[in-house]
């Protein structure tokens, strides 16, 4: 025990540079080391200018056509179809988020048929920034504390949907569940997992790191359905009792727009079991109006049907405030 967690903490790096000598594999809450094992993982790479992956077993590069081939094989042919949807739809293995074209209306449903989950890390749940508004611009996560190297498991069992690396999230696992919920992390240092693989609930799928825009090694986990980041804890109870906040969740637009929490407190979660309590919820919740060129006090007061008073009121701003460009202002 001692050697495993010695190689995890201390050589995480030359699994990434010699990852095509071994794959993980996961035996109770211990990992081991295969050399004769038959799985192959691919990591995304960019070959001039072009997205592209390579074998790190063979170190064989495939074009993303290729790729996305061989991630359709692996979808069932059949008993995926339930009430007219098909739970492989948008089932690419080459982004985190392939909705980008799909608008979806609120409020919409999300269900469990679960009353618990896992955490994500072995420890006590230390947050360091939440979900909402915070200086460097909006937060669609929930980040945790952890040391490099630090185990990194999976909430609900599910079927890993993206193995790979963005800009922004570094090294990143995304996990889609029976729901249709989606769990992303991010800033990993090495996977434990590849590209459909199904996964258990509380399955190692990588180790906690800091790649990526990360300042400090943390876990960034994002919950997602269909492309729409949803707050982590509206769902997720991480106050110890690792429940779910219901078998059935309404997401109004509160629930899915930062500018509406600030990522430095905790949200006062209410959760929302039914579409008739989830209208009244969205039909009361605060408006906000995004400062295009030319906007004044006066032209939004005008425009919102309210007084200017009003607003510097709900914006903690004085009359004579200058608005800037892209400044987001409360209007209701």
């Not at 339930?82 to 979806?104: A, F, R, S």
């Not at 997720?236 to 899915?256: A, H, M, P, Y």
Request: charged share 25%.
């Amino acid at each position: 025990m001692h050697y495993l967690l010695l190689f995890k903490k201390v050589t995480f790096t030359f699994i990434f540079v010699f990852a095509s000598s071994f794959i993980f594999a996961q035996e109770a809450d211990s990992l081991v080391i295969e050399t004769d094992s038959t799985d192959v993982f691919f990591e995304k790479i960019r070959l001039d200018n072009d997205v592209a992956y390579r074998n790190e077993t063979t170190g064989e590069i495939i074009s993303q056509q290729s790729y996305t081939v061989l991630c359709e094989a692996n979808i069932p042919a059949d008993g995926t179809e339930h009430e007219g949807h098909n739970h492989y739809d948008y089932w690419q293995c080459d982004m985190i988020n392939p909705y980008k074209d799909v608008v979806l209306p609120t409020p919409f449903k999300i269900e469990f048929d679960q009353t618990t989950f896992t955490h994500p890390v072995d420890h006590k749940i230390v947050v360091t920034s939440r979900f909402g508004r915070r200086r460097r611009g909006p937060h669609r996560g929930f980040d945790v504390d952890l040391v490099t190297g630090d185990f990194v498991r999976s909430v609900l069992p599910g079927k890993v949907r993206f193995v790979g690396y963005s800009r922004g999230h570094g090294k990143t696992v995304v996990v889609r569940h029976a729901n249709d919920v989606e769990t992303v992390y991010a800033h990993l240092s090495a996977y434990t997992v590849k590209t459909n693989d199904v996964i258990k609930e509380g399955q190692i799928i990588g180790f906690g790191g800091n790649t990526g825009n990360s300042r400090g090694s943390h876990l960034h986990l994002e919950v997602r359905y269909k492309g729409v980041c949803i707050h982590p804890e509206y769902v997720f109870n991480f106050d110890g009792s690792k429940t779910i906040n219901g078998s059935e969740l309404w997401v109004t637009n509160s629930w899915k727009s930062p500018r509406m929490h600030s990522s430095y407190k905790k949200s006062k979660i209410k959760p929302l079991s039914s579409e008739e309590t989830a209208l009244v919820s969205q039909k009361n919740e605060p408006k906000f109006h995004k400062v295009r060129r030319g906007d004044t006090l006066s032209q939004l007061a005008r425009s919102y049907s309210l007084r200017i008073s009003e607003i510097c009121s709900l914006n903690s701003i004085s009359k004579r405030s200058i608005l800037r460009i892209g400044q987001i202002i409360q209007i209701r």
